[in-house]
């Protein structure tokens, strides 16, 4: 699976829209971009995905560039409860495919 | 639909005992992975199963860590002679044989600690 590059930490203000950005500049053209976020001490919860268009979910909006190298996750009115550190990962989208998760954003939703 | 169920969500040890993690699926998923999320770090692959089978222990330690899913009840971890290092938070994912999302639904974990 190919690597991701995210920013450590990111403040938010509530309310706000929260950009999280994420480069893949060596995604493979069957790899699709993932986001899951882990709020403190609880399992990883799906956010949402997608290969190459963009994608909006209940939770998030998924931004992905042209030519696939970068992505960013869109939360569009940030609330405290969204504090939670953000994954990006890359993976073939296939049964029995495990997720490799690397540093994640911590992001922090001020009010 | 019941979601992914892991016990016991707290898990004291002494060094040199033995530690069993459980972890029940959803209903009708046959894949289940563990991870392993020491203090303040991230989350860690440990091994992938299915029913009877490990597909992937790429990520378990070579000693004392051993992990099982049989045909009938929840899938098994279990760390033998314990020891400090130990001490993280141990958890459970489950995937459908045919996912539409590839999703991976994960339980809220164990927390192993060990004196």
């Known amino acids: 699976d190919a690597k991701t590059t995210q920013p450590p930490s990111m403040d938010c203000a509530e309310g706000r829209a929260a950009n999280l950005p994420c480069n893949h500049s060596t995604i493979s053209g069957n790899e699709y971009v993932y986001w899951y976020r882990q709020i403190h001490s609880q399992g990883p919860q799906y956010i949402i995905h997608g290969l190459k268009n963009n994608e909006t979910n209940e939770m998030a909006s998924l931004i992905i560039t042209e030519d696939r190298k970068s992505s960013t996750l869109i939360l569009p009115h940030a609330t405290l409860r969204d504090t939670a550190v953000y994954y990006c990962i890359v993976r073939v989208e296939a049964a029995g495919n495990k997720l490799t998760f690397g540093g994640g954003t911590r992001v922090l939703v001020k009010p | 639909n019941a979601g992914v169920m892991q016990n016991p969500r707290h898990l004291v040890r002494r060094r040199g005992q033995e530690a069993r993690l459980r972890c029940s699926p959803m209903k009708g998923h046959s894949h289940v992975y563990w991870y392993r999320q020491l203090p303040e770090e991230g989350l860690k692959f440990m091994v992938y199963?299915?029913?009877?089978?490990?597909?992937?222990e790429s990520g378990m330690p070579k000693e004392r860590f051993s992990a099982e899913f049989p045909k009938e009840g929840p899938s098994i971890l279990r760390i033998q002679q314990v020891v400090r290092g130990d001490s993280a938070a141990y958890f459970c994912?489950?995937?459908?044989?045919?996912?539409?999302?590839?999703?991976?639904?994960f339980g809220e974990g164990s927390r192993l600690t060990v004196l």
């Open positions: 199963l299915q029913k009877e089978n490990i597909i992937d």
């Open positions: 994912a489950s995937s459908p044989l045919q996912g539409e999302t590839g999703e991976l639904f």
